[in-house]
């Protein structure tokens, strides 16, 4: 059997769609060493209290792993303005603006009336052309430490 992989995408009218151009065929060895990657992957974060997610230029939500309560309020393919931390959408913005990694953290309020300190990590994404398209980001909940 062979597989393929999406190395890169092209905004159309719509959601971001693979590039034709992008597809790379890999073989089942491929697939079943990306499937463990993935694995370990799930496996190391599903006990951590780590938030990792992928946000397009206007900070919908492309790929949101394990979510922690009060700090990212959309699911993948929305933008929920005024539901995130103020601190942290700042800090998205430059990303956005400048092209470089931002680094933070911000406090959440929760509904209960507890609080959450997160340590923020966002890295900007680029287009085929080099121009920033996107971020990728982390959040560590240290609200324990």
Not at 13 to 20: K, L, W
Not at 27 to 37: C, M, P, Q, T, Y
Not at 105 to 133: E, N
Request: net charge negative; charged share 25%.
């Amino acid at each position: 059997m062979l597989g393929a992989v999406i190395v890169a995408w092209t905004a159309v009218s719509g959601p971001a769609a693979p590039r034709a151009d992008a597809v790379e065929p890999v073989d089942d060895g491929r697939v079943r060493e990306l499937e463990e990657i993935n694995r370990r992957f799930e496996l190391a974060l599903s006990s951590a209290n780590v938030t990792v997610f992928d946000q397009d230029a206007d900070l919908r939500y492309a790929w949101l792993h394990n979510p922690r309560p009060g700090l990212t309020a959309a699911a993948a393919g929305e933008a929920m303005p005024g539901t995130e931390p103020p601190g942290a959408v700042a800090l998205k913005r430059e990303v956005l603006a400048t092209g470089e990694t931002r680094t933070g953290g911000v406090v959440v309020a929760l509904r209960d009336g507890g609080v959450h300190h997160f340590d923020l990590t966002f890295v900007p994404t680029r287009d085929a052309d080099g121009a920033v398209d996107g971020l990728l980001g982390t959040a560590v909940d240290v609200t324990e430490r």
